[in-house]
């Protein structure tokens, strides 16, 4: 009787084939993020408005921490601005109530949105629109929650002015550091046991579970890390524009572009979040200079047409047409 030295290594030819499409993907998806880090980390050397570069990666790491949320999970959490908010506001009362350094504050802000996220774990157990559903009230309590404590802890309805902390400098580069250590952890969930144990879960729970999953648990992890990032960015806004506002930090708004930014590259995907917050961020930004009026109109109509004729986003479409590209694509 003859073997392969496949079959001898135990691995067999197929596996080994898939291994090498997966470091391939990792690595193409690895150097995009590298050249878009680089791009933006020279951007305030060659000019003096960075605001758009600045919002441009706010909404890439929102989008990306959404789809650890919506792509590896299967969960669509309408209130997923509650944790960009607790984010904001920790990172204010740290700096500006307990006058501590803007660093600690920012660790702060993330630890905050983990806590949160613990709080509002029971919710894991619902699914669907309920889930959806829930989560935006709890957001909703939470913002009443911090409004309604004294004014000389949250600022009440007038909320926190930052103005000593002014550099704006310093904290673009710390909205930097925040998306590519977002990219990076959705880089290497892709292809960690984590995210495998939670596709399958997000694809069949009942069959993970079977398998030796503990379903509750990977979920919980995920839902941690997907609340790490978003306060994390709450916190740098915040200390970008100076200002903790209880109606901006939580507003509705910033979980519906998450998530239609996201949408738009296509959940699941490693690059999609990406490609799609850059594609309606500076379609956007287009709009809004040659048509400042029709702004929101243009910008619906554009993001209807998107949905009506590339339903998957555009990466996940690519994909589905050009079945070849899954070789290169993650």
């Known amino acids: 009787m003859s073997s392969s030295p496949d079959a001898l290594a135990g691995t067999p030819p197929a596996r080994a084939q898939d291994q090498r499409v997966l470091r391939l993907r990792t690595r193409i998806a690895i150097s995009v993020f590298v050249l878009l880090a680089a791009a933006l980390a020279v951007v305030p050397a060659s000019t003096t408005n960075i605001s758009f570069a600045f919002y441009l990666m706010l909404w890439v ?3 990306s921490a959404m789809n650890i949320c919506v792509g590896f999970t299967g969960y669509l959490p309408f209130g ?18 307990l006058q501590w350094p803007m660093l600690p504050s920012l660790l702060v802000a993330g630890a905050v949105g983990v806590l949160v996220s613990l709080l509002f774990a ?17 957001a909703t309590i939470m913002r009443l929650l911090i409004s309604n404590l004294p004014q000389d802890f ?29 990219l ?9 046991p984590l995210g495998k144990a939670l596709k399958a879960i997000r694809d069949d729970d009942a069959a993970a579970a079977c398998i030796g999953i503990h379903v509750p648990n990977t979920r919980l992890k995920a839902w941690m890390l997907a609340a790490l990032f978003p306060a994390l960015a709450g916190g740098v806004e915040a200390w970008y524009t100076n200002v903790v506002d209880p109606e901006y930090a939580f507003h509705v708004l910033i979980t519906a572009k998450s998530i239609i930014y996201a949408m738009a590259g296509g959940f699941g995907t490693i690059l999609g979040p990406v490609i799609g917050t850059l594609a309606l961020v500076g379609v956007d930004h287009l709009i809004w200079q040659k048509f400042p009026v029709l702004n929101l109109l243009l910008l619906g109509l554009v993001i209807v047409l998107l949905m009506l004729f590339l339903p998957r ?8 047409r050009y079945p ?7």
């Open 80 to 97: 997923y601005v509650v944790f960009y908010g607790v984010g904001s506001y920790a990172t204010g009362i740290c700096y500006k109530v």
């Open 61 to 63: 790491t929102l989008a």
């Open 122 to 138: 029971p919710t894991l157990r619902l699914r669907g629109v309920y889930f959806g559903i829930v989560s935006l009230a709890l």
């Open 313 to 320: 986003g555009i990466v996940g479409s690519l994909l589905k």
């Open 184 to 192: 990076a952890t959705v880089t290497w969930l892709s292809i960690s």
């Open 154 to 182: 949250t600022g009440g309805s007038m909320g926190l002015i930052l103005a000593s902390a002014n550099n704006p400098v310093h904290s673009y580069y710390a909205m930097l550091a925040v998306m590519a250590a977002t």
């Open 324 to 330: 070849n590209l899954r070789r290169y694509i993650a």
